[in-house]
Every structure is written in structure tokens, then in C-alpha cells.
């Protein structure tokens, strides 16, 4: 347990730290903040934090920085609440507006606005198809022997293929089909869309029968999991603005990192199963990918339905600007949440 002096000086240590990137020494710490003490007495109490493993010293004659243990007491124990400011939600609720029109743009878009917002790199992972539950199927005519079959999600996810009709078939034929198909799937999720329910619908529709081979196939597809999840970026060119990252072998792994989608879906979704809620904060060696082990994570989920279907994160050194980010963070996937309603409603 650290005394509420220790406590102190610590938070001016990493609060210093963030804003200059320089290691701090006791006499900065008396000249910049009104302890009551002297440097001495600031210099020893540093020594016993650098001791319990909240402070590190780089070279023996250089002021001290947080250690990994000292972010992660300064994020658990130490940041008061703050709150996005004024100015920052109508960025938000503005850049929205301007920008976001297609669900694929929302997830573009929003990693963009992160980024921009917290001069960090952004993540955003966007749901499975196959986690999203069926909305409605519907033909589009294209031409006089062939239609459009779209699948739509409540997410606003699409599959689509061009598919050749039977001859005769008609368009009001087609909506008939897709009404009685929507009839039997709405609602359901598609990995409860098992083969024995589509092989009762072709049963009851055997005129068509050609035309559900080809709503199967697609479906299938879904189910297969072919629709991978999709990690959107943002901001990537902000690492070579970080003093951190000037050290191009760092920047190196970062940045291979950075263009394994998969990994990054693993990444996000390991943390994603571990909590569903709240903001998680993930500091230094607590990753467990080597690339981002000089890293600091800040991530959310986001749900749909009540169901947690994705993520949005902001990746950075550990000497980033916790409190800021989270309170950015807390309020933009939250202000997502509510737009993704719009796309399933």
C-alpha cells in the first residue's frame, strides 16, 4: 500500500511524464507542485517507489518514469472521472453526420475520428456476419432471366449473389418466395439457421426449388463464416509523431503487426471475451503480443441487441493520455451503440 504522500508524488511523476516524455526528477517535481516538502524529501520518497517497482531510472544520473506497475495504479487508483468536453462531442456528433452513410463507412469513419481525437492508432472490429441475427431476403430483378438475392442482417450486413431464375418465374412469384422464406428465418441468428430447417422450406416449396438451391448456398456461405470479421485502422502514421517509436526496429514490429488483420482480430477479441462492459485498460507487458509489449490498449466493446458483437480500441505508448482517451473512448462507443440501432430498427 502506497501513504498518501507516495500517492502523490507518483500521480505528478506520470502526469509530468505524459506531457513531456522526459524522466522527471525530484527538484521538477518541487518546482511544479506545491507538495509542502522539500526536493530531498521528494527524491527519497521517489527512491522507495523506484524500489516498490512503480518508478524506473533509466541511466543512474536521470530523473525516474513509471514502470508498467506505476501506469497500472495510476489507471486503477488515481485517475479522477473526467468528462469529454463540449467541443469534442459535437466533433463527434458532427463528424457522423458529414461522413457516416453505409454501415461499413460507420466502422471506417469511426476509427478515423479515434485516431484524430487521441492522436493514437484506432481499431475497430466489426461484428461476424455470422454472429447477426437474419432481417429479411429479398430478390432484385436484373435482367429478364436473372435476379439479385440479397441476405440482410438487423446489422445491415449483406450477402448478395446474381442467380438465374426459372423460366417463367415471375417477379410477383419472387416476393412471394421471399416472403415465405422471411416468414420462417426472421429473427433467428445464422448460426441457429441449421440445414434441417432449409431443407423444410424447400419442401414446401418445390416449384422454386431451384431458386432456394440458391438462397441455401448463399446462407451456407454465411454460415461457413466466410464473411470474416473486418478490423478498420486509423491513424497508423501517428506512431512516427511519438518519441517513443523513434526507434525504427520498434516501429518495425509494430507496423507487421499492424498488417495481420487476423491478428489484430485475435487481439481485440481476447480482451473482448474477457470483459463486455466498462473500458479495459491493457498496460505494457500485459499484452501478450511481443509487437505491443511497449503499448498501452485502451478498449471497449459495443453491442446490438444486448449483445456484444465488437470492439473499438486505442493503441499508443504506455505514456499516453489515459484519462482523456478513456473518457473519449467511453463516450464514442457508446455514441456508436446508438447508431448501430438505426441499422437494425
Not at 518514469?65 to 487508483?77: A, L, T
Not at 470483459?275 to 498496460?283: K, L, N, P, Q, R
Request: contains cysteine; proline residues 3%; charged residues 25%.
Amino acid at each position: 500500500m502506497l501513504d498518501k504522500r507516495k500517492k502523490i508524488i507518483l500521480h505528478a511523476i506520470v502526469d509530468d511524464y505524459i506531457s513531456t516524455a522526459e524522466p522527471i526528477g525530484s527538484r521538477t517535481i518541487a518546482r511544479k507542485y506545491d507538495l509542502g516538502v522539500s526536493p530531498a524529501t521528494i527524491r527519497n520518497e521517489m527512491a522507495d517507489l523506484e524500489l516498490l517497482g512503480y518508478l524506473e531510472q533509466l541511466h543512474t544520473s536521470s530523473g525516474r518514469i513509471p514502470s508498467g506497475k506505476g501506469y497500472r495504479f495510476y489507471v486503477d487508483s488515481l485517475l479522477a472521472p473526467t468528462q469529454i468536453s463540449d467541443k469534442e462531442v459535437t466533433l463527434v456528433k458532427n463528424w457522423y453526420q458529414a461522413k457516416a452513410r453505409r454501415l461499413d463507412e460507420v466502422f471506417q469513419e469511426t476509427a478515423r475520428l479515434l485516431s484524430r481525437m487521441t492522436r493514437n492508432i484506432s481499431l475497430v472490429l466489426a461484428p461476424q456476419f455470422g454472429q447477426c441475427n437474419f432481417k429479411y431476403l429479398q430478390f432484385m430483378p436484373f435482367d429478364e432471366t436473372r435476379a439479385i438475392l440479397l441476405i440482410v442482417t438487423d446489422t445491415g450486413m449483406v450477402e448478395n449473389k446474381v442467380i438465374d431464375l426459372p423460366q417463367g418465374m415471375r417477379v410477383e412469384d419472387l416476393q412471394r418466395l421471399a416472403n415465405m422464406m422471411n416468414q420462417r428465418l426472421s429473427g433467428l441468428s445464422l448460426d441457429q439457421i441449421e440445414s434441417s430447417i432449409l431443407r423444410e422450406i424447400k419442401e414446401d416449396l418445390l416449384a422454386e426449388a431451384k431458386v432456394v438451391d440458391d438462397a441455401m448456398k448463399v446462407i451456407r456461405q454465411a454460415l461457413r463464416g466466410e464473411k470474416q470479421d473486418r478490423v478498420y485502422l486509423g491513424g497508423t502514421t501517428q506512431l512516427l509523431n511519438q518519441p517513443e517509436f523513434r526507434n525504427l526496429e520498434k516501429v518495425r514490429m509494430l507496423l507487421d503487426m499492424l498488417e495481420e488483420e487476423p491478428l489484430l482480430c485475435d487481439l481485440l477479441q481476447q480482451r473482448q471475451q474477457e470483459t463486455d462492459s466498462g473500458v479495459v485498460v491493457t498496460i505494457g507487458e500485459e499484452n501478450s503480443y511481443r509487437g505491443i509489449q511497449d503499448c498501452s490498449m485502451v478498449q471497449a466493446t459495443y453491442r446490438i441487441g444486448g449483445q456484444v458483437v465488437g470492439s473499438v480500441a486505442v493503441l499508443g505508448p504506455t505514456r499516453m493520455d489515459y484519462g482523456k482517451i478513456m473518457s473519449i473512448m467511453d463516450y464514442v462507443h457508446t455514441h456508436l451503440e446508438e447508431m448501430l440501432k438505426d441499422y437494425k430498427a
